[in-house]
């Protein structure tokens, strides 16, 4: 099993900005798609962002396009995850993934077999 542990949530007031982090165990992100999703209380869980392993080309959810990067250090097994100009609606757990889904599919949870235990990042309005 891959460990992912994720970090740097917290309150942050709306239009702040915020820089979440992934650590993955030695060779968890090797050939990996990393990706981060978002769950707020009833909700599925939501696709935010990813960056595939081959030519680092990156996706993003509308709703945070424009205001959210995410980037990756294959040699540190790390990837973070920022977001400026944030929203109310930016309150949620996030969560980081790792898997190696095809492009179609890699928007879904169902496309990756190892998750974090989740961070939870709240924005007050």
């Known amino acids: 099993q891959v460990q992912l542990v994720e970090s740097g949530g917290g309150l942050v007031q709306t239009g702040g900005s915020l820089r979440l982090s992934c650590a993955a165990s030695e060779g968890g992100f090797s050939g990996y798609t990393v990706a981060w999703f978002r769950q707020t209380p009833g909700n599925e869980r939501q696709f935010v962002a990813a960056?595939?392993?081959?030519?680092?080309?990156?996706y993003y959810a509308d709703s945070v396009k424009g205001r959210a990067t995410i980037s990756r250090d294959n040699a540190k097994n790390t990837a973070s995850l920022q977001i400026n100009s944030l929203k109310p609606e930016d309150t949620a757990v996030y969560y980081c993934a790792v898997g190696r889904p095809i492009v179609s599919t890699l928007r879904t949870t169902s496309a990756y077999g190892y998750w974090g235990q989740g961070t939870q990042v709240s924005v007050s309005s």
């Open positions: 960056s595939r392993w081959t030519a680092g080309n990156t």
